[in-house]
């Protein structure tokens, strides 16, 4: 019942049927991949901005490791000058029984001399 | 039928049309609201945004270091905690002001008082040690919080501090160094502007502009901390064996008028900021009584005998004496005034006296100095003139600032008014002038520099991010020729061999210099047996290095005199000073 009824059609004249190819479906291959960069892009870059915040907050406590190890520094170079004061090391020295010399030793030593001892000296006058 | 259907299915179109129409009109006001957000008033909302995230946070400097001349620390910023309250928020003000008062030693009345006052906020102590204000916020003791405050401290204690000066609680300079290189030192402060969330966390990648602070330059001095700490030593023992009410001492470098050591007894703790002197308790005004004070710098007092090197140096360059001349007649007493001596009035005004009575004599220009007889040295100023003496005075730095880098230097005083029959005779030997003991140690670093006045300093370079940068621009200036400076040098061992400075010598080394007594001034102008005994003195004699310049402040009666009193502190730091500065005995130099 079909085939005559179409038959009628064309024969109206409406329509002609031309003989071709079947007209293929677009592919949808280069959207999927489009997507997929797109996709890809998006969490790479969530992924790097992750990175660069994780190093801000790394780098922010590097910065305060490094302020805190300074403080630590400048406290110890307080201690070791408290501890270099003479006003301090002299009493000290005093209970040990050092005194301060009161008359200048002159050791006079002969640089030239042959041999590379002299007077605890070696010829550069480094003790030895 | 057929139209009731066609108007039920007319209706349902119509809702849906409504719905539509409705739906439409939604998103366009949404999409109306979303273009005037994002576009029209975008700028707008995104500063008002950010200026609720945005927070700019002042970021002080690092106040500068000061060092010794061997790189010891002397002045440096640490960090600290200040203990601070709120004192509605302290539910047991009795409790915490026991607990916080007996560790902090504060006293817990006081403390108590504050912790019940009507304030909002007040300090329980500032500038506190970062171990033990941790220890206080341990307790958990409601309303007690910390802030950090710089502070700053002084490892050398009680030596340098009569160099260092000091700063005051919220870290500006107040004296010494830190007053007058305040600037230098403080550093320019930075600010960093950044974003932060609702818990103040910073916004990574967001909008920060930071600029960083300028700490400020270190200063490297010229004083010698061993040096120092032996010279105070020195003073201090002087004070204790002498009964001085003060005991000051300076040593300059001759070559380059740098000051080695600058110090005093009693000692000032710079950290307390007082003057440790046990007599203050029972002081008219003990505050003012242990304020700072540094007689070296800013202390006038009559020179007294060691002035006479200066009217020697100029007779001796004028050519109107020589050291062999004889000064004719030189008695024990001399009468400018009419009736001065009969009168029983004082020395000076009229009236001039010998130390030692001695008979009227024939003396050389030698025998004036080493003996350091008044009569004779007035002699040989009446030779030189008032005019010349003047301007020798002034040439060697007495009367005026030397522009030493220390705060508030004293000019010192001269006087020499017009018509004044006394003033000639005074000024020659030490009086109706007032100097400061740096002045004294300048002048004669003159004689041992070939003639050569240099500026004393104390700040020999300072140190910023650029690197080091020397000192330059110190004033120098000719005031006696080579000769006359050799000449007088031989004068000053003289005194040291044989006249009044015996008690200067040093064991292994040639020391010259000159002794001075003068008598203090009572609160009606007349002098007192009170005195003020100096010695300024050089060594090696042949070729000086150090001059150390010591002022003994009313000592007790039996050290009353120059030679007395201040010669053994001056020999004691002149022995450190050329140990330190590796100087050869003259023994050995052959």
């Known amino acids: 019942m079909t085939a005559p009824a179409r038959r009628r059609a064309l024969a109206a004249g409406s329509f002609r049927l031309l003989d071709g190819r079947r007209v293929r479906r677009p592919s949808m291959a280069p959207w999927m991949i489009m997507v997929l960069i797109a996709i890809v892009a998006f969490l790479g870059l969530v992924f790097a901005r992750t990175s660069l915040d994780k190093s801000a907050f790394d780098l922010a406590e590097l910065n305060k490791s490094i302020g805190e190890q300074v403080a630590l520094n400048e406290q110890l170079r307080l201690e070791v000058a408290r501890l270099e004061n003479p006003a301090r090391i002299a009493p000290l020295a005093d209970e040990l029984g050092l005194v301060v010399p ?6 006079l030593v002969n640089l030239d001399a042959p041999s590379q001892l002299v007077a605890g000296l070696d010829r550069n006058g480094t003790s030895q | ?50 200026s609720q995230r945005l927070v700019t946070k002042e970021m002080a400097p690092q106040r500068g270091k000061i060092f010794d001349r061997n790189g010891n620390l002397l002045a440096m910023t640490v960090d600290a905690q200040s203990l601070f309250a709120v004192p509605d928020q302290v539910t047991e003000p009795l409790w915490v002001a026991q607990q916080v008062g007996g560790l902090l030693s504060v006293d817990q009345d006081t403390l108590y008082h504050r912790l019940t006052s009507d304030s909002d906020f007040v300090y329980i102590k500032r500038q506190v040690d970062g171990v033990l204000a941790q220890q206080i916020l341990d307790l958990g003791l409601d309303g ?40 230098e030192l403080r550093g320019v402060p930075g600010h960093a502007e950044y974003e932060r969330d609702r818990a103040g966390h910073v916004i990574p990648q967001g909008h920060t502009n930071i600029v960083p602070a300028i700490p400020g330059v270190d200063l490297v001095t010229t004083i010698d901390l061993p040096l120092q700490y032996q010279a105070q030593k020195a003073t201090q023992k002087c004070v204790e064996t002498t009964n001085a009410a003060s005991c000051w001492a300076v040593v300059l470098d001759v070559e380059t008028g740098e000051v080695l050591a600058m110090v005093g007894a009693p000692v000032f703790d710079p950290d307390t900021r007082q003057t440790l002197d046990p007599t203050c308790d029972d002081a008219e005004d003990p505050a003012a009584c242990r304020a700072f004070s540094n007689f070296v710098i800013r202390g006038i007092y009559e020179p007294g005998s060691t002035e006479k090197m200066i009217t020697v140096a100029a007779a001796l360059q004028e050519g109107e004496v020589s050291v062999g001349t004889v000064i004719p007649e030189v008695s024990d007493e001399l009468e400018l005034l009419d009736g001065a001596c009969r009168s029983g009035d004082d020395d000076v005004f009229g ?51 030397t522009g030493i880098d220390y705060s508030a230097e004293a000019s010192g005083i001269l006087r020499f008014d017009a018509g004044c029959q006394t003033c000639l005779a005074s000024a020659a030997i030490g009086y109706s002038v007032a100097v400061t003991p740096l002045q004294m140690a300048a002048a004669y670093a003159a004689v041992g520099n070939d003639g050569v006045w240099n500026t004393p300093h104390i700040v020999r370079s300072k140190v910023d991010a650029e690197g080091e940068t020397e000192i330059g621009g110190i004033e120098t200036r000719k005031v006696v020729s080579p000769g006359t400076a050799l000449l007088m040098r031989q004068l000053l061992a003289s005194v040291v061999d044989d006249g009044t400075g015996r008690n200067a010598a040093v064991e292994g080394y040639r020391v010259g210099g000159k002794t001075g007594t003068a008598n203090k001034l009572d609160e009606n102008g007349r002098y007192t047996d009170i005195t003020r005994a100096s010695f300024v003195g050089m060594a090696p004699i042949d070729d000086p290095k150090v001059v150390v310049a010591v002022m003994v402040d009313a000592p007790d009666y039996d050290h009353r005199t120059g030679g007395l009193a201040a010669a053994p502190v001056f020999a004691e730091i002149m022995e450190q000073a050329l140990h330190r500065l590796a100087v050869s005995p003259d023994d050995a130099q052959g």
């Open chain 1, 102 to 107: 009161t008359e200048t030793q002159q050791l």
């Open chain 2, 1 to 50: 039928m057929p139209t009731a259907d066609r108007a039920g299915k007319g209706s349902g179109r119509g809702r849906v049309a409504l719905i539509g129409v409705v739906v439409i009109a939604a998103w366009l006001g949404m999409g109306y609201r979303l273009f005037e957000i994002q576009v029209v008033r975008a700028a707008e909302l995104a500063q008002e945004g950010l």
């Open chain 2, 144 to 183: 007690v919080f910390a802030h950090p405050e710089p502070t700053r401290v002084y490892p050398a204690g009680t030596v340098a501090s009569h160099v260092t000066g000091f700063v005051n609680i919220d870290g500006d300079g107040q004296e010494g160094l830190e007053l007058v290189y305040d600037d």
């Open chain 2, 351 to 401: 009236c001039y006296r010998d130390f030692d009575k001695h008979d009227t004599e024939d003396m050389t220009v030698r025998d004036i100095f080493t003996r350091s007889s008044n009569i004779g040295t007035i002699k040989i100023a009446e030779e030189l003139g008032e005019p010349l003496l003047v301007d020798y005075i002034k040439g060697f730095g007495l009367g005026e600032k």
